[in-house]
């Protein structure tokens, strides 16, 4: 989906600028330019800015991505854009530096610094700047807070910060701001409400928070008559719709919490043109006159439960471009107007898995779709009498599996009531129910859910269940990176215990990789041939549906590039007891060995080189940074070892071992590997915790030395700080692992070193945030770039040369 073009409220004064006669610029701004050139480590687009260069003439860099305006002889607009993904700017930059340099500009109303590695806390005497109008700074690694100072700019209209990696609540006082037109803060790591002072912005148009850790509901903004654009997607807003003003133009509420119906005035929204709710938990009956509203282009409901049946004489709007109404509960026909050829040349429309008139076998099977839509529309704690005895139940699910039977003509029957249920198998048939997070439904009304399995087909019987929308948990927010699909990480979604089964070969002992007091681990390849772990767990009989629920609703939000990624979840249910006694929980598997086996002395395989290493350092920090910021609450006091680090057949590093709560519990029972001996600390929930074991990680990937007690780490630490402390580059060679010590860059090796020396500090107070770790090692990635580049180029492309410089573009593609 494309975004918000809200862009264009920024740059459009831009283009609107004259071509002014050439004005002689006032010597002061001239040093200010030159000073800001020098500052930003000189980019590419303004490396041809010189003393005598006519700034005010137009002069534009190489690329186009740099202009200055002038009114007179001062200026009034820096536009400075480098390419995304840049790299941090070097060590020594300061932002505060450039920051008090423009301050030498006192009539800049226009100031974009986008995509050049700008990095650190955003200085509060930006508010210094009293003349800005709009401020674009995206794409770049600044951190921290919005500083108060800047609510000194009442004349700011527009403020975009997408693309960093800022955090804290969205201040209060931004919306106090009177004439804040734009606001785009995607992608970035803010969390806790949006505040109220949103609701009644006076002047603002457009609106951009996706991509956070937001929560709760948004403020009424049905008073802001002038309000077009809200993107708030990839959040966990909810659960109320929100209250919004008739004009608006494109709403995105995309994967977040927001359940209920939609209102019913959205039907009178004429200057509607985008609206995404989808991955959400609606429930209740879809207005097809949503797609007939005069300005709707894109529509896009998937994966709720929305309920109805549609006609095939419903009416399209004109303009509508984009429909997707798959993975709901819809009946009826698709409408004339979307179906080919009568729709137009160039209009999506997807409709699969609903219960809609299809030849395709795309759609669920009619019975499905009644039984689930009656499911959601039983409201929790009303008339508990209208559910039916579990007898009424097992004749409901006979009746089922009778029409399946017949529909698809298989031969398969098996007699669902519990006196039938003998010890026919080793393993007595179990109910595999997927219960749903954001329900409150009676454990009765979802305690039946099955697939039955004959020779060549698999049907699923569904009753008056209302799954888990495994879907919805897809909703994770840590911004920074998370391109699961182009990884291939399987969507979450609940599995079946027959499922579990075929894919462990009936949980054979061959399958199993170890166990303990609290359940097991086994490997297994699912019915598509993924490979899989599959860890069971035994439920106490004291948990509560909702103490579960809640726990799924974490586990399904542990998706991420660098952790072993959780892909679903199973529970096994006891109809007699109303309780779940087993919960399974499947994760991907990684099958190319820990990151010890890849780097330490006298181990087998072929070694990681230095640049591979560094990369797996950048992958380990980003999944600590998730596990402490990019679900709500944070995991922290992960027990981070060296073993548990996997290595995917692209060299991608992911934790494999971290603190699910439901887990803790079993995992502290658990012993192996390095295990506790590291720090005392660590059993601490804290995230400085996690910075001192990925230290010693870090140690071992620097040395190539196996650790396996504190009394070594304190040894090495000793070395590390002999051999940072030597000018003469010998003693930092000789203690890194040999086999990497020819090959990287001394300030590459020396940066790694110093960022291990402060993670292992003795005083948490005094260690780095995870953000400072990522920086330090996106710098000696970028610095050993720049040093195997000279080397080839020195080198004449030697085969040895040759060598690094493939690695180091997988390298490059993995650490950013």
């Avoid at 499911?375 to 929790?380: E, K, N, R, Y």
């Avoid at 971290?658 to 590997?673: F, H």
């Avoid at 295990?675 to 996690?690: C, H, I, L, V």
């Amino acid at each position: 989906m494309a975004r918000p073009n809200h862009l264009r409220l920024i740059f459009f004064p831009v283009f609107l600028a004259l071509i002014q006669e050439t004005t002689q610029l006032q010597p002061s701004q001239v040093w200010t330019l030159i000073k800001i050139q020098q500052l930003l480590n000189s980019p590419p687009m303004v490396s041809h800015w010189r003393r005598s260069t006519d700034f005010c003439g137009g002069a534009m860099g190489p690329t186009g991505t740099a202009a200055v305006l002038c009114y007179g002889d001062t200026v009034t607009q820096l536009h400075i854009a480098g390419a995304a993904g840049a790299p941090p700017l070097p060590r020594n930059f300061s932002i505060g530096a450039v920051v008090t340099t423009l301050s030498r500009l006192p009539d800049l109303k226009v100031l974009t610094l986008s995509g050049l590695g700008l990095w650190g806390p955003l200085p509060g005497k930006l508010g210094r700047l009293a003349s800005l109008e709009i401020v674009n700074m995206s794409g770049n690694y600044l951190f921290g807070e919005v500083p108060r100072g800047m609510s000194r700019l009442v004349g700011l209209q527009t403020l975009v910060l997408d693309d960093n990696m800022l955090g804290g609540e969205v201040p209060a006082w931004i919306g106090a701001l009177p004439s804040l037109a734009v606001l785009s803060l995607r992608n970035n790591t803010f969390q806790g409400a949006v505040p109220e002072s949103l609701g009644s912005a006076p002047s603002l148009r457009s609106l951009v928070l996706a991509s956070n850790n937001l929560s709760g509901n948004l403020p009424d903004m049905s008073r802001q008559s002038n309000l077009q654009v809200l993107d708030v997607g990839g959040n966990s807003l909810g659960p109320a719709f929100p209250r919004l003003g008739r004009k608006v133009v494109t709403v995105v509420l995309s994967r977040n919490r927001f359940g209920g119906g939609l209102p019913p005035e959205l039907g009178s929204f004429y200057l509607l043109e985008h609206l995404d709710v989808s991955w959400n938990r609606f429930v209740g009956p879809f207005a097809p006159a949503l797609l007939s509203l005069p300005s709707i282009r894109y529509l896009n409901i998937a994966g709720n439960r929305f309920t109805g049946t549609l006609s095939d004489k419903a009416p399209c709007g004109d303009n509508l471009r984009f429909v997707d109404l798959s993975l709901n509960l819809l009946m009826g026909s698709v409408p004339t107007c979307l179906r080919s050829p009568d729709r137009k040349p160039d209009t999506v429309v997807l409709v699969s898995t609903n219960c809609l008139d299809d030849s395709d076998g795309s759609q669920h099977p009619s019975p499905f779709c009644q039984n689930q839509a009656l499911a959601v529309g039983i409201v929790p704690g009303k008339e508990k009498k209208k559910i039916a005895s579990q007898a009424g139940f097992v004749a409901g699910i006979v009746m089922a599996i009778l029409v399946a039977i017949s529909a698809v003509g298989l031969i398969v029957f098996f007699a669902v009531r519990r006196a039938a249920m003998k010890g026919s198998e080793a393993r007595a048939p179990t109910v595999s129910e997927e219960e749903s997070s954001s329900t409150g439904y009676p454990s009765k009304l979802l305690a039946d859910a099955r697939m039955l399995s004959s020779s060549c087909a698999q049907i699923k019987i569904a009753s008056l269940a209302f799954h888990f929308d495994a879907a919805v948990a897809n909703n994770f927010s840590f911004s920074l990176t998370v391109k699961l699909g182009a990884l291939g990480i399987p969507s979450y979604r609940s599995f079946s215990l027959v499922e579990l089964e075929a894919a462990t070969n009936n949980f054979e002992n061959s399958h199993l990789l170890g166990q303990d007091s609290h359940g097991e681990m086994y490997r297994g390849r699912l019915g598509n041939g993924t490979p899989v772990t599959i860890r069971t767990l035994k439920m106490k009989r004291s948990r509560t549906t909702q103490s579960i629920n809640r726990h799924i609703e974490t586990i399904s939000r542990l998706r991420h590039q660098n952790l072993v990624s959780a892909l679903g979840h199973c529970f096994e249910y006891d109809l007699d007891e109303s309780t779940v006694t087993q919960l399974y929980i499947v994760f991907e598997y990684v099958q190319n060995g820990n990151l010890r086996s890849r780097i330490s002395q006298g181990t087998e395989g072929c070694r990681l080189t230095w640049s591979q290493r560094i990369s797996a350092a950048i992958g380990v920090a980003k999944g600590i940074q998730f596990l402490h910021g990019g679900i709500i609450p944070g995991l922290v006091g992960n027990d981070l070892r060296i073993t548990n680090i996997l290595l995917d057949q692209n060299h991608v590093a992911k934790i494999g071992s971290y603190n699910i709560p439901i887990l803790a519990e079993a995992m502290k029972s658990e012993q192996g590997g390095a295990g506790n001996k590291f720090q005392t600390e660590s059993r601490m929930k804290s995230d400085k915790a996690d910075i001192f074991d990925f230290g010693v990680i870090l140690l071992e990937v620097v040395s190539g030395k196996t650790i396996t007690s504190m009394y070594e780490v304190e040894i090495l630490k000793e070395l590390l700080a002999w051999a940072i402390a030597d000018e003469d580059r010998v003693r930092r060679r000789s203690f890194a692992d040999p086999v990497v010590s020819k090959g990287c860059s001394d300030e590459s090796l020396r940066t790694v070193m110093e960022i291990c020396q402060r993670c292992l500090a003795k005083e948490a107070s005094q260690r780095p945030s995870v953000e400072d770790v990522l920086w330090n090692l996106q710098f000696a990635a970028q610095v050993q770039d720049d040093w195997e580049v000279d080397a080839w180029s020195s080198s004449g492309g030697s085969p040895v040369s040759s060598s690094s410089r493939a690695t180091r573009s997988t390298r490059l593609h993995l650490s950013r």
